[in-house]
C-alpha cells in the first residue's frame, strides 16, 4: 500500500466529482445495526469518502475514519458536515500506524482488500487487538471468484477473502455471522454489477483474547 505512486492513484481516484463508491452504507454493515448501540467507540478502516463512517455517526456511534488518502477523508468531512454529524478522521497507513488495544467497541472493514496476504495477516492482528472484549467486527469483502466477474475489487486472487481464512484469522471471536455469496451490487461507479461476496460479523470474548 506505501508508496507515492499508489498514494496518487488513490488521491486520483478520489479526486473526481462524486464519490466513487456512493454515500450511502454498504448494505451488509447497515444489515448488522442490531449490533450497534449509541455512545460505542467506532474504527472504520479504509473508510475511503466516508459513507461507511458517516452511517455509522448517524446511529449514534463515536467514529474514526482512517485512510491513506487525504482527499478522500476530506469529502467524508464534508459528508459528514451535510448529514450533521461528527466524524474524526486521521489519514493513515495501517501498515506503520500505531492501533493500540482494546480502543474500540465496533470495527468496520469493507472491502478492505487492497492488502496482499502479509499486510492482512497484519491488519486481522491489529483488528483483533484494537477490539474491546465483548466487541464487534462488520466485514464484508470479495471472494477469489470475483476475479471472473470483474465488477469491482483488486486484480489479485490473492487478497480475497475465503471463509476458511475468516475463520483462521479471527479463531476465537463468536462468528455472529457468516455467508458467501453471490449477487449484484451497486456501489456508486466503483462496485457495480454481479459479485462474489462474503459477509462475517463476529464478537471478540468477553475475557481478555
Known amino acids: ?47 475511503g469518502e466516508g459513507r461507511n463512517g458517516v452511517w455509522l455517526a448517524e446511529q449514534g456511534l463515536d467514529v474514526l475514519s482512517i485512510d491513506f488518502s487525504p482527499i478522500a477523508l476530506a ?15 486521521e489519514v493513515v497507513d495501517v501498515a506503520a500506524w500505531e492501533w493500540g ?31 474491546r472484549p465483548g466487541g464487534a467486527l462488520i466485514l464484508q469483502g470479495y471472494r477469489p471468484e470475483q476475479i471472473e466477474y470483474k465488477t469491482g475489487g483488486p486484480s489479485h486472487r ?6 476458511a481464512l475468516l475463520r483462521e484469522a479471527f479463531d476465537g471471536f463468536e462468528i455472529l455471522h457468516l455467508r458467501e455469496h453471490d449477487d449484484a451490487i451497486r456501489e ?21 483474547g
Do not use: C
Not at 482494546?102 to 469493507?110: E, L, M, Q, S
Not at 490473492?158 to 471463509?163: F, I, K
Not at 456508486?188 to 460479523?201: K, N, P, R, Y
Open 1 to 47: 500500500m506505501t508508496g507515492t505512486p499508489e498514494l496518487d492513484r488513490w488521491n486520483a481516484r478520489f479526486g473526481a466529482e462524486g464519490y466513487l463508491f456512493g454515500t450511502e452504507p454498504n448494505s451488509f454493515l447497515a444489515s448488522q445495526r442490531h449490533l450497534l448501540r449509541p455512545g460505542q467507540a467506532a474504527l472504520a478502516i479504509a473508510d
Open 158 to 163: 490473492e487478497n480475497m477473502y475465503t471463509a
Open 188 to 208: 456508486g461507479t466503483a462496485h457495480v454489477g454481479m459479485s462474489a461476496l462474503i459477509d462475517f460479523a463476529a464478537r471478540k470474548p468477553a475475557a481478555a
Open 101 to 131: 488495544a482494546a480502543r474500540f467497541d465496533v470495527v468496520a472493514a469493507i472491502f478492505v482488500q487492497f492488502a496482499a496476504p502479509p499486510l492482512r495477516r497484519l491488519m486481522f492482528q491489529r483488528i483483533r487487538d484494537v477490539l
Open 75 to 89: 469529502k467524508a468531512r464534508q459528508l459528514a458536515e451535510r448529514r450533521g454529524v461528527a466524524l474524526k478522521t
